[in-house]
């Protein structure tokens, strides 16, 4: 599978789109990183359902199905390789690895949910509130396609203004053609970087597990008679707190599911670390 930067590469076969408005769906798909910019790639449709990930979406031109039918693809395809992995009886660093991809499936579905919300409302002040909205309705394209359908500036200006993020690739490198030694000494210096990435991550993670022991010890109710952390408990408080921060909603990543993932990681990695017992 190419790399996201591989985009940038003068070889790729792309699709422009110069449309000035999107659907309230295209909108969603690119608050989530999808349909970035004017130069996009093919739909990967000589790819597998089953082999679908977000890697292959990011940069897809056009919404082939509705975006909902998107993510359940995209799901299906996280539970497979998470449900095939255990069948085969593969590590528990591929278990977590899988089970992790799948995690974030479920925070990518609930946050486009929220899009659509916050996309709706916003929407509604152009009717309610005499035109306040900052997303401007492209009334040309709505009656001429029978779908609402935003303008692309004011979608970026909303996006920025709103959630910080940008939709489109302008604060990207500009492309460039590199000679096959640059790009050989480019992605030399990017596995450089990735080792540095997992280094900081897994430093993170040792420091997380020690405070997960630290946390157990400081109350009955967080530890095991055997002085093992009560995960369950601890998942639980962590869920409360996180929710009870967020004006009692459950924050997006904070999940039970999430939290256990990130401390079984956190451990795994904790006792690689250590002397063996």
Not at 22 to 38: N, Q, V
Not at 176 to 181: D, F, I, L
């Amino acid at each position: 599978m190419s790399k996201s930067t591989d985009k940038f590469y003068p070889t790729d076969n792309v699709n422009l789109d110069m449309r000035t408005s999107c659907t309230k769906e295209e909108a969603a798909a690119k608050l989530i990183g999808w349909m970035r910019g004017h130069i996009r790639h093919d739909y990967p449709v000589d790819v597998d359902e089953d082999e679908i990930t977000t890697d292959n979406l990011v940069y897809t031109h056009s919404l082939v199905y509705s975006l909902q039918e998107h993510l359940t693809i995209l799901r299906n395809a996280e539970w497979n390789r998470y449900n095939e992995a255990v069948c085969d009886g593969l590590s528990e660093d591929v278990l977590v690895e899988k089970a992790h991809a799948l995690a974030e499936c479920d925070d990518l579905i609930r946050k486009v949910s929220v899009y659509l919300c916050d996309i709706d409302e916003e929407l509604d002040k152009e009717f309610d509130q005499a035109g306040s909205s900052i997303l401007r309705i492209d009334r040309q394209s709505t009656a001429d396609s029978g779908k609402l359908h935003v303008t692309i500036n004011s979608l970026k200006k909303w996006a920025k203004d709103k959630y910080g993020i940008s939709i489109f690739d302008d604060e990207e490198p500009k492309p460039e053609v590199r000679a096959p030694c640059q790009i050989a000494q480019q992605n030399e210096e990017l596995d450089i970087s990735e080792d540095m990435s997992k280094i900081k991550a897994n430093r993170f993670l040792v420091t997380f597990a020690f405070l997960v022991d630290a946390y157990a010890d400081t109350a009955p109710r967080y530890h095991h008679e055997d002085g093992r952390p009560n995960v369950d408990g601890i998942i639980k408080r962590l869920v409360e707190l996180s929710t009870a921060a967020n004006r009692n909603v459950e924050l997006k990543g904070m999940s039970a599911k999430s939290i256990q993932t990130l401390i079984t990681e956190a451990k795994k990695i904790q006792r690689s670390m250590l002397p063996a017992k």
